[in-house]
């Protein structure tokens, strides 16, 4: 038996190019979300489908911080903000840039 009937090969292609390739788009592999501050970013989608667990692509990235006072509010801290920013345990306001 020929061993090598058993191997499978590929061409080898660049990241980007893969992200732009329309087939890759086209099945979810490749995905464009636009990031705050940043523009439009290309990344891996999902590889994996199941059937009773279906996955699903996050949310955008977003600027270091400012989902506090939303996750503040959730947890029922509302209140606190002004606090824990004084007293540097987080910071909501003021904030660098995400990409300088």
């Not at 390739?21 to 999902?46: I, K, N, W, Y």
């Not at 606190?80 to 007293?87: N, P, R, T």
Request: hydrophobic letters at 40%.
């Amino acid at each position: 038996m020929c061993r090598l009937a058993r191997t499978a090969a590929h061409e080898k292609v660049a990241v980007a190019e893969l992200m732009a390739d329309p087939l890759v788009r086209e099945r979810g592999f490749s995905v464009t979300q636009h990031v705050e501050e940043a523009g439009d970013a290309t990344m891996p989608g999902l590889s994996v489908y199941l059937s009773r667990t279906p996955m699903r692509l996050g949310d955008r990235c977003h600027r270091p911080g400012s989902d506090g006072p939303a996750l503040l509010e959730e947890l029922g801290l509302a209140d606190k903000l002004e606090a824990l920013e004084h007293s540097w345990v987080l910071q909501t306001s003021n904030l660098p840039p995400a990409w300088s």
